[in-house]
């Protein structure tokens, strides 16, 4: 079963130190999507691709964040100068069709541990 | 922003129970969905809801997108120790919008 995959699981860091998740989307997913979950809340939208384009970014995603789909199949989301404030979990999700149902089929996730 | 309330946060319960948690808003929703995540896990769909009024299953589980389109309730029937995890709900304010807005998710845990 090759579902949303992503890498790495757990990541500590130091502030100020750069990090890149990484997802690989189920390989006919055209849509593919970024969320960060933080400590008993839901997940909160940071951006989202169809395709390789960069369609959609959230206030929340501030300039020290960039997400990339360079191929239209696999995404990384790099966090630049990293602050404690942006541990969490960040989620990534993948869907199909013309439009988004809101079905989404999620990874289990990256979660960040900022120091 | 735009904000789902669910309630209720929390529920512990008996082992054969049945569960009720709902998600309500001062936005109008044009699609709701419920999502079960267990820990250390990504959230899963349970069901998706597209019309107002419409009532639909899943197994034990059932669903309602409320009439106003401000809320949603989950009821869980005869619950089983694998029902234990947070349910949360979410919406699409746009039918077809890229974002999903999520609720702070209700927590189920079960005694056997």
């Known amino acids: 079963d090759t579902g949303v995959s992503q890498d790495p699981r757990h990541k500590i860091t130091k502030r100020g130190q750069n990090v890149t998740f990484r997802c690989d989307p189920i390989s006919e997913h055209n849509r593919l999507y970024w969320y960060r979950q933080t400590l008993g809340q839901g997940p909160e939208f940071l951006t989202y691709?169809?395709?390789?384009?960069?369609?959609?970014k959230s206030r929340l995603l501030s300039d020290r964040f960039s997400a990339e789909r360079p191929k239209g199949s696999f995404s990384t989301l790099e966090i630049q100068r990293t602050e404690q404030g942006d541990s969490a979990m960040y989620l990534c999700?993948?869907?199909?069709?013309?439009?988004?149902?809101?079905?989404?089929?999620f990874g289990e996730g990256s979660r960040l541990t900022v120091l | 922003g735009q904000q789902l309330n669910q309630s209720p946060q929390s529920m512990f319960i008996q082992e054969g129970e049945d569960v009720s948690m709902n998600c309500t808003s001062s936005?109008?929703?044009?699609?709701w969905l419920w999502y079960k995540q267990d820990p250390g896990e990504g959230p899963v769909l349970l069901i998706a809801?597209?019309?107002?009024?419409e009532l639909t299953s899943n197994g034990r589980l059932t669903a309602q997108f409320g009439i106003t389109r401000k809320d949603s309730f989950l009821n869980i029937s005869a619950s089983i120790p694998s029902d234990v995890g947070i349910y949360f709900c979410a919406g699409q304010l746009v039918k077809g919008a890229q974002k999903l807005v999520f609720g702070q998710g209700t927590r189920l845990t079960i005694n056997p």
């Open positions: 809801l597209y019309k107002a009024g």
């Open positions: 691709f169809q395709n390789e384009a960069q369609l959609e």
């Open positions: 936005s109008i929703f044009n699609t």
């Open positions: 999700a993948s869907s199909r069709g013309a439009a988004n149902t809101g079905e989404l089929f």
